[in-house]
């Protein structure tokens, strides 16, 4: 969980990871003036959740994990973020929000050092 302020408004940034979530993604794909659907099976995915300080959805990102792929957090964090974001259009902000959210990164990695004092 990432908590922050921007501006005059307070936000907060969550992530779930789904594993037994699966279905079928449909996606169309252009090559030579023909449109071609194909369907992608996925197995798990990633959701980041970005709330007001009244706690409603601002907007929300998914990521899934395909078949072939192998799990991983870190990415499914990265990129269900990305796609969070690309519901604002303050590129100022956008920043802002990934700025934190490495922040946090090396704060808790810090933080799980066994030489690490925060006195």
């Not at 990633?46 to 007001?52: A, E, F, K």
């Not at 990305?82 to 956008?94: M, V």
Request: proline share 2%; net charge positive; glycine share 6%.
């Amino acid at each position: 969980m990432l908590k922050f302020d921007y501006g005059k408004q307070s936000y907060e940034v969550r992530f779930k990871h789904l594993p037994n979530d699966s279905g079928t993604l449909l996606h169309e794909r252009r090559r030579r003036g023909t449109v071609r659907t194909e369907f992608t099976l996925y197995l798990g995915k990633t959701n980041c959740y970005i709330l007001d300080s009244e706690g409603k959805e601002v907007s929300v990102g998914e990521a899934f994990c395909s078949l072939q792929d192998i799990y991983n957090k870190a990415v499914g964090r990265k990129i269900s973020l990305t796609r969070a974001l690309s519901a604002f259009d303050d590129k100022n902000f956008r920043r802002f929000v990934w700025q934190k959210y490495f922040d946090k990164l090396y704060f808790d990695k810090l933080s799980e050092h066994p030489h690490y004092n925060s006195e």
